[in-house]
């Protein structure tokens, strides 16, 4: 499962994995989901204490033991905390035609997330790997391969666009598209947007109103 159901986050505190458990079937399911979503930077995991967030009441005190089993074997954490999750919703964003907006002036490399509570502008490419989350716009001067959701906090209004627009997969408030594996690639930029219950992709042009 390839989405914010899990997300790795990095901060002065330590390392905090928050798990959405009502996002899978079963607790196994949560299970592979998180050891595929920490796998991409296994090194980071060792030694570490990790602070779980997710809603304890779902999870019994067998699978609580389970889980912590799976992080000290598979990625040799020193310790686990387990925190109940913030029941609160967030609210939705709804700066994007102004408001934040947060400016990386790099490259995005493969297993590297980028999050912001605005919009986001990337001026260098995302690589296939990486991941990008913004509860405004989503914009990348430069070539869109990774994992890309706009509009995170529910704002189906939010865009997508890329010099070269070509994500893993791509997400807009709750809608979610794959890339096309195969066919032509175009050469111009283009922008995705919500249009029905769909993502659709157009070109980019200047004088259009989005």
């Known amino acids: 499962m390839v989405n914010d159901s899990i997300l790795v986050k990095g901060n002065r505190e330590g390392l905090n994995v928050v798990i959405n458990i009502e996002a899978f079937k079963d607790f196994e399911d949560m299970i592979d989901s998180l050891i595929k979503k920490m796998s991409r930077g296994k090194k980071f995991y060792k030694g570490a204490t990790l602070r779980i967030t997710t809603q304890l009441k779902y999870i019994t005190d067998r699978e609580m033991r389970s889980l912590k089993d799976v992080l000290f074997d598979e990625f040799l954490v020193k310790d686990c ?37 605005g919009n986001l502008v990337i001026i260098g490419d995302v690589n296939p790997g990486a991941e990008i989350y913004a509860s405004g716009n989503i914009i990348v001067l430069g070539n869109l ?56 992709v157009e070109p980019y042009l200047p004088n259009k109103f989005i």
């Open 145 to 200: 391969r990774g994992y890309v959701h706009a509009g995170r906090t529910g704002n189906s209004s939010a865009i997508i666009a890329a010099f070269r627009l070509q994500p893993q997969m791509m997400q807009i408030s709750n809608t979610i598209t794959r890339n096309p594996e195969d066919g032509v690639k175009p050469e111009y930029p283009e922008v995705a947007k919500i249009k029905g219950n769909s993502i659709i």
């Open 81 to 117: 905390v387990f925190e109940e999750i913030n029941e609160k919703k967030e609210k939705v964003f709804q700066g994007i035609y102004e408001g934040r907006t947060k400016f990386v002036r790099r490259s995005i490399r493969s297993g590297q997330v980028v999050e912001y509570s």
